[in-house]
Every structure is written in C-alpha cells, then in structure tokens.
C-alpha cells in the first residue's frame, strides 16, 4: 500500500506539472507585441508596387444580314453601318523597376488598343506595351509621360522556395479593388498545367480569382515569388487551387525588355526532347521514369555542337535535376545568354557531363508576307520557318516550310479555321518551300484550292470551293 500511494503521488506531481506547463503556455498576454502579429507591415511596403491594369480595344459590330444589298436597302439605314464596339478586360500588374516597368499577364492586355494603370493611391496613367510575349503569357508595359520615380518590388529566387512557405497574393479580383489574401506554396514544379508553352508553375492555395491575373504573389519579406495567372476551378471562384509563373522566368523577360527588345530572347537548343514513359524508363534501366529523352538533334545547332546525341537522356542541368521535357525547357529558357550550361546526360549506361553553347535561334530570311489576294489564306502571315519560329511554335527543328504566324479576326482564313502555327506544304498539288512560293500560288484565282498543312504534327489536306 505505501508503494501505492508513493506512486499516486508521483503521477498527480507529474500531471499537476504539466498542467501548470500547459497553463504558462496559454497565458495571457502581457503585452501588445505577443498579440500582434500580423502581414501588415509586408503588405504596406509592397501593396503601392501592385496596379490594376485596365485593357480596351475597338471591335466592329456588325450585322451580318447587312451584306445583303437588298436588306441593306430596305433595313440599313443611316444607322446600318459597322459600329465600333469598346471590349475591356481588367487585371492586375506588378511594378518591377522604378522607372515605371510593369509586368502583368499578356492574356490581360492581349489585342488592346488602350491601357490604362491605376496605382494604389487611384492616379491614373497611359501606358505603353513594351513587350508581349505569349509562350510565358507575361507582357511588359511602361508608365507614358512621367519622370517620377514609383515604388517597385523586388524579384526572389523562385528556385529557392519550398512546399509549406507562407505566401500572400494581391491583386484587383471581380474588380472590387486591391485585395490581399494569404496562403502556402502548396507545390512547386507544377508541368502539367497547360497554360503557357513553359509548364513549370507554382501552386498556391491563397485566394486567387478573376481579375487577379498579373497581380503579385509575395513572400513574408515582401519580394515577388510570382505572377498570379490562373486558377484551377468548377465554378469560376478560388477553390484553393492558384498558378504562378515563378519570379526567375519573369526576370528573363525583364532583362529582355529592358535590353529594347520586343521579344524575348530565349536560349536556343536544336533538339526535340521526348517524356520518359514506365516502358522506355525500363529499357533505359531506369527505377523510375524520370529525365528528358533526346528524340533528335538539329545538325549545327547549339545541341550539336555541344555532343548532345539522340538516345541521350538529360538528367539535369547546371546541377538542377530534370523530371521531364518540360521542367528542362524552363530551367533552359531561363539561362541568361552568352557562356555554356553545363548539361548531364546518361548515354549508354554511363554519365557525361556536355557544355551546352547558350545562344538564340538564327531568325534571318524569314521574309514576313500578308496574304491579301482571294484565297482561303486572305488574312494571313506568313514567314520562312526559321529555327526561331520552330521553336517558338513547338515544330520539329529540322521542319522547313511557311508557317502562319498570325491570323487576322474575321478574315477569310480565320473563318475557315486556319491557326498560328500551321505549317503549309502544298497548294493546288504546287509545293510550298518558300513565302515566295505561296504568294504566286495564292494570286492564281482557281474553283477549287487544295491544300496540304501540318499541324501538331500530322499532316491534314483539304479542299476548299473557291
């Protein structure tokens, strides 16, 4: 019984203390400091860097009877002409340079004939489009006519963030004015998005909703992490499910715009890199399928001189390791040109290190053309396929041809679905090598057109009635 009760004693001793920890844990605060903690000395410093970016273009409006002449007798009028149409769109932005540079989304400020910024203190400013650039859906503006100089945000090593790291987002969504949400970065890496040509976005789950395109995503110091793009979502609102472009892709196109370039200018490689499925990793002697597989190489590319071989398997560059295709297209496009990267590949069983020539894609003699005569390509340009523009439209290197690099609205080849990146083989059983060539075939009136394009890699003919 003593020994009972010795023991008792020492287990309410022992719950008494922890009590008593638990207590002192939940004690009441003593102090202002202990209570308040809080983002609002983050948000203070970086929320004048944020803007809202208002987008306007002049559509035509026009009703389609109205080519009819006999309904446009009788039902035209004064008043039944095209009429112009105001479309606006509405974003946010980021100011990255004291001067004034802003980069947004370029899906906010695509096709726009008028951008306006609002700043955080509501002054309002022209703005310039310094650059667009698709492929990474990022856009550069500049503040028209001030000298002033604006607050900016500082840009982070996106590489250096990790899963659980608490971030906060600010932008303008639904339009109802500067907002700030906080979250965590939910995963990094993100390849399989299919949002932007570079698949390689950040996840958050800080509310991000429409009109936040373009707007910030910080961390707790105030530098930017990313730029908020788009939300994975069933009902158009935050479901906790948010994608950034990381800071280090938004630095290259920062340094291009600033270099008075109107495209960026990317590091060029020459080769088709190919995923690793469960199939190839296994004849590969791989564990897992990881890597990126070397399908091709382009004779005289950078890849070529560099040793890169078909067959090889990239496993990581400049010593940051490659999961797939994707993940070393923008670990690549995000060298700074000039010098090597340094490039290890498995070949044959055994590693080899490569040093991989960092330059742009050769883009002379692509000799730009706008179809205008009567023909199913009225409304098109076209150039020569450059290595630039191969790999600007994901097309096989070695391709040759004419591309279409853009498609006029309302056009002829608009209507008959004739899209950026289509490759032209043939016309009226004429072969297609040069812009030159489609020129004369497209100037030849003709019944019926028969034509032969290429497009996501297949080659598609049709026929159209002239």
């Not at 105001?86 to 540079?101: A, M, Y």
């Amino acid at each position: 019984m003593p020994r009972l009760l010795t023991w008792l004693a020492f287990v309410v001793a022992v719950v008494a203390g922890s009590q008593s920890a638990v207590a002192q844990d939940r004690a009441v605060p003593s102090s202002p400091g202990q209570i308040q903690l809080s983002f609002a000395p983050v948000v203070r410093r970086v929320s004048p860097a944020v803007v809202n970016v208002y987008a306007a273009r002049l559509v035509e409006n026009r009703n389609p009877l109205l080519d009819d002449p006999l309904f446009r007798r009788f039902f035209g009028g004064p008043g039944g002409g095209p009429r112009e149409q105001v479309q606006r769109s509405l974003g946010s932005g980021v100011i990255v340079d004291n001067s004034g540079l802003i980069v947004t989304n370029n899906h906010v400020i695509e096709n726009a004939d008028q951008v306006k910024i609002s700043l955080a203190d509501k002054r309002e400013f022209e703005a310039e489009i310094v650059l667009k650039d698709s492929r990474s859906d990022l856009a550069v503006l500049r503040l028209k006519e001030t000298h002033e100089r604006f607050p900016a945000i500082e840009l982070t090593d996106s590489d250096a963030i990790q899963v659980g790291d608490m971030v906060l987002a600010i932008g303008n969504p639904f339009g109802v004015g500067q907002t700030v949400t906080h979250g965590i970065i939910s995963a990094v890496a993100r390849t399989q998005v299919g949002i932007t040509d570079y698949q390689f976005f950040i996840q958050t789950d800080a509310a991000i909703n429409p009109g936040n395109s373009g707007g910030a995503l910080v961390d707790v110091s105030g530098r930017l992490v990313g730029i908020n793009t788009a939300i994975f979502s069933r009902s158009g609102g935050s479901q906790g499910i948010g994608f950034a472009i990381p800071a280090n892709m938004v630095r290259a196109v920062i340094t291009s715009a600033k270099g008075g370039a109107t495209v960026v200018q990317r590091p060029w490689l020459g080769a088709r890199l190919q995923l690793v499925n469960a199939e190839i990793a296994e004849g590969l002697g791989l564990k897992r399928p990881t890597g990126a597989l070397v399908a091709n190489v382009t004779a005289k590319s950078p890849a070529a001189r560099g040793g890169l071989r078909t067959g090889d398997l990239i496993t990581a560059i400049d010593g940051q390791a490659i999961d797939d295709p994707n993940a070393f297209d923008y670990r690549f496009a995000t060298k700074a040109l000039g010098g090597t990267a340094q490039v290890l590949v498995l070949r044959n069983g055994r590693e080899a290190k490569l040093a991989i020539p960092l330059e742009s894609a050769p883009d002379s003699a692509r000799d730009e053309v706008v179809i205008r005569s009567r023909s199913p390509f009225l409304g098109c340009r076209v150039a020569n396929l450059t290595p630039a523009l191969a790999d600007q439209f994901r097309l096989d290197p070695s391709s040759e041809g004419v591309v279409i690099i853009d498609v006029a609205e309302r056009s002829a080849a608009a209507g008959l679905g004739f899209q950026k990146g289509d490759v032209i083989l043939a016309v009226n059983e004429a072969a297609i090598e040069k812009t030159a060539d489609l020129v004369r075939a497209t100037a030849r009136s003709s019944r019926l057109w028969r034509i032969t394009i290429q497009r996501g890699g297949q080659r598609v003919s049709v026929v159209f009635g002239g």
